[in-house]
């Protein structure tokens, strides 16, 4: 059973940055896709970036053009680098994979105790 553990988070300031990690504690080849999920107090977890195996990107509306997913050669960290910060992004954020990705990022059973980014204005 992989376990993922997220890090990187802290309080910046808007239009600052910061750059989240997920590293696995195996490969993550078995999987079809990584995604970096966020909740804020009082609001569901929402999706807001996901990496294919093939490399394929995708970003929630909300954060496109500022959040870069990516992930290192060995397959084992996922990274989330998030520019331009904003108030409505703080969060805490989570990272997960989906062995299949077919019709929606469908989170497995791998939720870890996410990083907390915290925006000030």
């Known amino acids: 059973q992989v376990q993922l553990v997220e890090s990187g988070g802290g309080l910046v300031q808007a239009g600052g940055s910061l750059r989240l990690s997920c590293v696995a504690s195996g490969s993550i080849f078995s999987f079809n896709a990584m995604g970096w999920f966020r909740q804020a107090p009082g609001k569901q977890r929402e999706l807001v970036a996901v990496?294919?195996?093939?490399?394929?990107?995708n970003y929630a509306d909300s954060v496109k053009g500022r959040f870069t997913i990516s992930r290192d050669n060995a397959k084992t960290t996922v990274y989330l680098q998030m520019n331009s910060l904003k108030p409505e992004d703080t969060a805490v954020y989570y990272c997960?994979?989906?062995?299949?990705?077919?019709?929606?990022?469908?989170?497995?059973?791998?939720w870890g105790q996410g990083t907390q980014v915290t925006v000030s204005s």
């Open positions: 997960n994979a989906d062995r299949v990705y077919y019709g929606g990022f469908t989170p497995g059973n791998y």
């Open positions: 990496l294919t195996s093939s490399g394929r990107t």
